[in-house]
């Protein structure tokens, strides 16, 4: 049983920063990549974020490169996404997701593992 559990979602507005943390427990490879997706309303689910299960590879959409900063602690339990200059177009559900292997990636394929999302919502 894996269980990954998001937090930090929020209703901001635009400008403001939000971080977002997921929690992994259970039966998954402690050194596995992870990543976030969000899923905006009237689109389909997208990559925001990855990073490796060395913790030093990481991968950003365009859209968010520069403003949002994706990190795991030293246990590689749990991965955070700083999001900063937050605008109306990052509103969303951002989903948590682990790979059963050490990368990661921005293919939604990669990762057998997701949580059930955190909202973000931005006002402008």
């Known amino acids: 049983q894996v269980s990954l559990v998001e937090s930090g979602g929020d209703w901001v507005q635009a400008g403001d920063s939000l971080r977002l943390s997921c929690v992994a427990s259970?039966?998954?490879?402690?050194?596995?990549?992870m990543g976030w997706f969000r899923h905006p309303p009237g689109k389909e689910r997208e990559f925001v974020a990855a990073?490796?299960?060395?913790?030093?590879?990481?991968y950003y959409a365009y859209s968010v490169k520069g403003r949002f900063l994706i990190s795991r602690d030293n246990a590689r339990t749990t991965v955070m996404l700083q999001m900063n200059s937050l605008d109306s177009e990052d509103s969303a559900v951002y989903y948590c997701?682990?790979?059963?292997?050490?990368?990661?990636?921005?293919?939604?394929?990669?990762?057998?593992?997701w949580g059930q999302g955190t909202q973000v919502a931005v006002s402008s």
């Open positions: 990073i490796d299960g060395n913790g030093q590879t990481t």
């Open positions: 997701a682990a790979a059963q292997g050490v990368g990661s990636g921005s293919d939604q394929d990669n990762y057998p593992y």
């Open positions: 259970g039966r998954m490879p402690s050194s596995g990549g």
